[in-house]
């Protein structure tokens, strides 16, 4: 059984805890714990007379640990983000496993991206081609052009 010494130790551990982590309720709690008298227990027969009681203290190493919200270390498991859209024609990764950045995931089935490149490459000789022609025509106007200048216009 537990005497009144470990009763009081324990309250005295709850309190000091609640302090650390609760400061704002322990700061309203214990003036109104104070005000409530409690009623006093009598010693018993081999307790000390006196106001208080000598207590040593003896410094001790004490671990403290605490949890804080944060990203995870590098080492955990990350969620992918698509960066492309297409279908996926084959899975290169063994899920659970590690992978490497820079390692290629998935293989795309690369039809569309083919077909948009070349459209894209008919597309710029197509206006190569129309540059061509727009050089002939500049040439052959050119001296048109120069002819006329040198003509004087009728007012």
């Known amino acids: 059984m ?15 805890m609640l302090k650390k982590r609760h400061p704002v309720l322990v700061a309203a709690i214990l003036p109104a714990r104070r005000t409530h008298r409690m009623p006093r227990r009598r010693p018993g027969p081999g307790a000390a007379r006196g106001r208080g009681r000598r207590v040593t203290v003896k410094p001790r190493p004490v671990t403290i640990t605490t949890e804080l919200p944060g990203e995870p270390p590098r080492s955990a498991s990350r969620r992918l983000r ?3 859209s297409g279908v996926l024609l084959k899975r290169l990764f063994v899920e659970g496993n590690e992978v490497k950045a820079g390692q290629p995931l998935y293989q795309i089935d690369p039809a569309p991206f083919q077909a948009s490149y070349d459209s894209a490459k008919a597309t710029l000789e197509h206006a190569q081609a129309e540059l061509t022609t727009a050089k002939l ?15 004087p216009t009728a007012v």
């Open 2 to 16: 537990k005497g009144p010494d470990a009763c009081s130790s324990a309250r005295l551990k709850v309190i000091a």
């Open 137 to 151: 025509l500049e040439e052959r106007y050119r001296p048109l052009v120069e002819v006329k200048r040198r003509e």
């Open 82 to 84: 698509t960066q492309v």
